[in-house]
Nanobody, 125 residues
Framework: QVQLVESGGGSVQAGGSLRLSCAASGRTSSRDVMAWFHQAPGKEREFVAAITWGSGSTYYADSVKGRFTISRDNAKNTVYLQMNSLKPEDTAVYYC??????????????????WGQGTQVTVSS
């Protein structure tokens, strides 16, 4: 059974940093894609970043380019999201997601087969 467990959320002032972790259980494949999405109250779930499990190719939403970095540790089956220069508008629940379906719609929530429970990130001004 696949499980994704996020950790690392919290509260920080604008300009600060946080690192989120997502530990994946179950078998992984080089074709898997792991991603982070966030969802603010009253808004739809939005793409933040994605990484391919095999090659490590990365993809980012324009709003986080240059500030956030997604990475993976294959040995630990863990994906990270390093968030720097945080802004109040980054405040949201952050979800880890995993796709085992071959394709390229990395920025679409429907592309992903499994989701974590979410972790809250709050950035104060």
């Amino acid at each position: 059974q696949v499980q994704l467990v996020e950790s690392g959320g919290g509260s920080v002032q604008a300009g600060g940093s946080l690192r989120l972790s997502c530990a994946a259980s179950g078998r992984t494949s080089s074709r898997d894609v792991m991603a982070w999405f966030h969802q603010a109250p009253g808004k739809e779930r939005e793409f933040v970043a994605a990484i391919t499990w095999g090659s490590g190719s990365t993809y980012y939403a324009d709003s986080v380019k240059g500030r956030f970095t997604i990475s993976r540790d294959n040995a630990k089956n863990t994906v990270y999201l390093q968030m720097n220069s945080l802004k109040p508008e980054d405040t949201a629940v952050y979800y880890c997601a995993r796709s085992i379906t071959y394709g390229y719609k990395f920025d679409s929530p429907t592309f992903y087969d499994y989701w974590g429970q979410g972790t809250q990130v709050t950035v104060s001004s």
